[in-house]
């Protein structure tokens, strides 16, 4: 039979058939033959693109008013800055943050995720536009601030008010009567730096298997006087690590603020034993002797703990103390696996956040990362990692007697899984060294 050339299709045809194909490979076929590169100035082509490969759903007619074409939205918006979609996280000092680059309708938008006020871990995430990206009538892109000011500009106590509400739904008087304000008034001063130009480290969600212990994902928990912060929970082996998205003057982000070894199963006493703080520390105690034991028969140095204080809960909720950090680790045993039994805190531990669950799945033991206000002496502390559902689990650190509760950040994320295990664990390693 007679072989149909491609130029000889018809030009409805050219157009269905072209619209398929991803867009980065539609100007190689514009060099073609001058017939193809007519056909592709059809907007139905680009439409169909900017619809399949970024989720831009809205009717892209309306564009015909402004005078701007699907085929400029995708070159010149979509496909010029689709490099930047995804997490990221900024460099504010120890605080570090999350911000979250998405395709919102014709605009590409940077959204900064806040953890809910202290201490509501359970509540949904806040979040405000940092910036936005769109085009107007055929020209270059504009980049719109959303945040702050313009310019240089001095503070004033309304605008102290007005930030201290939204970050901690609370009035200045409120926080006055504890011992809050150095740090509240220092994370102040760091965040006003939105207004000027900063940089940004891409961050990727960590990569689930089937055996990990429970989702990995982004967590919110509670760290006394800091507040709320958001941890990122990845499984590697048979240890899991919790590493700071955000931080505070004691544990910066990008440090691992829990690391949870996966193959030392605690079981806790019964609910009136647990209550005694002596007997859960002398169970934990004997697992990290066992520890002790077996790294120095494999001939690996053991990392120095400290013994827990036998001090009240002053740890996270003082401005001058050492404070909880980042730091967790993998997993073998599945969360269903867990039957549940009653839990309650010792006497004399403290939390942040009263309303915690009071049945647990299982419970392994941990290492909590603390250190002096700037990051000054960081040394690892015995601790209990315990597991309440899929959505939430608990740290209690053994040397300030105190407990943090994580709940899961329910929100979706396009754009942040990571390439490779490998290329999650290369930015896990570069998100630490610039703050260690």
């Known amino acids: ?128 536009p940092l910036f936005r990206i769109h085009l107007m009538e055929r020209k270059s892109a504009t980049v719109e601030c959303m945040y702050g000011h313009k310019g240089p500009h001095n503070g004033h106590i309304q605008e102290f008010r007005t930030w201290l509400r939204e970050e901690w739904g609370r009035t200045l008087e409120d926080i006055f009567h504890e011992h809050m304000q150095e740090l509240i008034l220092m994370k102040f001063i760091y965040t006003s730096q939105y207004d000027n130009c900063l940089t940004y480290r891409r961050i990727y969600l960590p990569p ?44 910066p982000a990008g440090q691992q ?46 990392a120095p703990l400290r013994e827990p204080s036998a001090k009240g809960p002053d740890g996270p909720h003082a401005a001058d103390s050492k404070e909880p950090g980042s730091g967790a680790e993998a997993a073998e045993p599945s969360a269903s696996s867990g039957q549940g039994q009653p839990f309650v805190l010792p006497v004399g531990v403290s939390s942040r956040n009263e309303d915690y669950p009071r049945t647990c799945r299982l419970c ?40 943090s509760l994580y709940s899961r950040v329910q929100a979706t994320f396009q754009n942040a899984d990571a390439p490779s295990p490998q290329a999650f664990d290369e930015m896990l390693r570069n998100i630490q060294s610039l703050t260690s």
């Not at 509501?120 to 995430?125: A, E, K, N, R, T």
């Not at 212990?213 to 507040?227: A, C, D, E, R």
Request: hydrophobic fraction near 35%; aromatic fraction near 10%; include cysteine.
């Open 1 to 128: 039979p007679a072989r149909c050339s491609l130029l000889e299709l018809p030009p409805e045809l050219l157009v269905e058939i072209f619209a398929s194909l991803p867009g980065t490979d539609l100007p190689s076929l514009a060099q073609v033959c001058s017939r193809f590169r007519r056909i592709l100035h059809t907007d139905t082509i680009w439409r169909r693109r900017c619809r399949e490969e970024y989720g831009v759903c809205e009717n892209l007619r309306k564009l015909e008013i402004t005078g701007v074409s699907c085929r400029d939205v995708y070159a010149k918006l979509l496909h010029r800055y689709r490099h930047i979609l995804g997490l990221w996280q900024p460099d504010i000092g120890p605080y570090g943050g999350l911000l979250n680059v998405v395709v919102d309708g014709l605009f590409i938008i940077g959204w900064m995720y806040l953890p809910p006020h202290d201490p509501h871990v359970g509540d949904p995430m806040r979040f405000k």
């Open 208 to 251: 689930s298997h089937p055996d990990d212990l429970i989702k990995p994902g982004l967590f919110k928990g509670t760290y006394g006087s800091h507040g709320l912060e958001i941890v990122m929970l990845s499984f590697h082996g048979s240890r899991a690590r919790g590493t700071k998205i955000t931080g505070d003057p004691n544990i």
């Open 364 to 403: 392994f033991y941990g290492t909590g990362l603390i250190a002096g206000h700037g990051f000054t002496s960081p040394e690892r502390t015995p601790g209990v990692f315990v597991l309440f559902d899929e959505d939430r689990f608990g740290f209690l650190w053994l040397e300030l007697k105190s407990f």
């Open 257 to 302: 603020t829990v690391e949870i070894d996966l193959h030392r199963r605690i079981q806790l006493p019964d609910v009136e034993n647990l209550r005694n703080f002596n007997e859960l520390s002398r169970i934990v105690l004997e697992v990290r002797e066992q520890v002790r034991q077996e790294q120095q028969e494999a001939g690996e140095d053991p």
